[in-house]
């Protein structure tokens, strides 16, 4: 019983398993060398949408660690437009490969000029998290998916 429980659970981690080698995740690790989804993360790294460009203009841990994170993301308009002022942003982290995301909700503190500090980000396990950032300015929500690797 115990031991079927541990087989089936080390396939649910072998996941991103291939033949050339070692699994990519085992669930205490994550080879995030062989991780190709992943954005590189710098400061200032930025996504648009189709209403808002999004940057993580800073980080703690940076780059992104296991566990909790806070953020800084400064909300623009599309193409280097006005600063969103008085927004409302959401952050949710979720595992694409083991859909799943984090028991803590994170939340947004507004910092004006744009600026809102995100917190705790909560990258609880080791692998691939895309964190969906939501930014809504009266009837206008736009969405933003920042893809980092946490290796262990
Ligand atoms: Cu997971």
Known sequence: MRLALAASLASLFA??????????????TYDCTRETRADEFSVGIMKTGTAFDFAITSAAPAPPARGDNTWMVQITAKGGGAALVGG????KPFMPDHQHGS????????????AYEISPI?????????????????ATTDQAVFRFCIPN
């Open 122 to 138: 909560n990258l609880w396990m080791p692998g691939l998290w895309e964190t969906t950032i939501t930014a809504t300015s009266g």
């Open 103 to 114: 028991p803590i909700q994170a939340m947004a503190t507004d910092m004006g000029g744009g």
């Open 15 to 28: 996941i991103g398993c291939t033949d050339d080698g070692p699994p990519i995740d085992n669930g205490e």
């Open 88 to 91: 409302a942003l959401m952050a």
